[in-house]
């Protein structure tokens, strides 16, 4: 069974930062990327940033410049760094895998963590 395990959410002033660390557990052959999406109250879930197995990112340009995604492959653990928080920042961020759990193509799963909330507010 694979899980996603979030931690680090909170309360953060306006221009502070925040570490988010979500780690993959559970037997898999492969990571195929890694991810944050975010969900405000009231709005739709929308891309945060992805880290592929290659080591190259992607971020949504409402985030590039302030957030920062990383990834210790050792431990299957994907980090977010959110410097520069802005109120607008305020959700649930859910982070996301893709993964192969076994060396076929038709093993090819998405799995969901069960979220973080993070408030940005004076």
């Known amino acids: 069974q694979v899980q996603l395990v979030e931690s680090g959410g909170g309360l953060v002033q306006p221009g502070g930062s925040l570490r988010l660390s979500c780690e993959l557990l559970?037997?898999?052959?492969?990571?195929?990327?890694m991810g944050w999406y975010r969900q405000a109250p009231g709005k739709q879930r929308e891309y945060v940033a992805k880290i592929f197995t290659t080591g190259g990112t992607n971020y949504a340009d409402s985030v590039k410049g302030r957030f920062t995604i990383s990834r210790d492959n050792a431990n299957n653990t994907v980090y977010l760094q959110k410097n520069s928080l802005k109120p607008d920042d305020t959700a649930v961020y859910y982070c996301?895998?893709?993964?192969?759990?076994?060396?076929?193509?038709?093993?090819?799963?998405?799995?969901w963590g069960q979220g973080t909330q993070v408030t940005v507010s004076s």
């Open positions: 996301n895998a893709s993964v192969y759990l076994y060396k076929t193509a038709s093993s090819r799963r998405d799995y």
């Open positions: 559970g037997s898999i052959f492969n990571i195929v990327a």
